[in-house]
Each structure stands twice: as C-alpha cells, then as structure tokens.
C-alpha cells in the first residue's frame, strides 16, 4: 500500500518537473550568448523576482523530491 502511494506522488512529482522545465524560458541567445553571458549568469542580471525564479524553484524542488522519490522506492523494492 505504500508502494503504491509512493508511486503515485513520485508521477505527480514528475509530471511537475517534467511542466516547470518545458515553461522556463532559454537562458542563452546562441553562440554569443554562451561566451559573453557566462560572466553575466554568475555575476550579474539576477533575477530574484517574478517568474523565472518560480519555475527554477519548482524545477529544484520537484528535482529534489523526485530523487528522493526514486530512492525511497529503490530500498523499498
């Protein structure tokens, strides 16, 4: 009965994480982008606010749960 209970919040889970990574917007414009935007992501044009920080804190935490999901169920099997 857990196992299956487990099963069925690790699909919502994965379902979440599967929508928030399809939403979030692209983070790079091209070749251009991945050599001048590099200093940029780790430096600079935070974006705290809004909703790109939401779907990266959904993706992180459905990640998160998902792996842990995962290896519940892996010493349960």
């Given at each position: ?5 487990l099963?069925?919040?690790q699909?919502?889970?994965?379902l979440?994480?599967?929508?928030s990574?399809?939403?979030q917007?692209?983070k790079?414009?091209?070749l251009?982008g991945s050599?001048?935007?590099g ?6 044009k935070?974006?705290?606010?809004g909703y790109?920080?939401l779907?990266?804190k959904?993706?992180?935490?459905s990640?998160i749960?998902f792996?842990?999901?995962s ?7």
């Open positions: 009965m857990l196992k299956i209970f099963y069925v919040v699909l919502i889970v994965c979440i994480l599967i929508g990574v399809l939403l917007p692209g790079s414009a091209g251009s050599i001048a935007g200093a940029e992501q780790l430096f600079g935070k974006k705290g606010k790109e920080a779907a990266a959904a993706t992180t935490v990640a749960l792996m842990v999901l290896m519940v169920l892996l010493v349960l099997q």
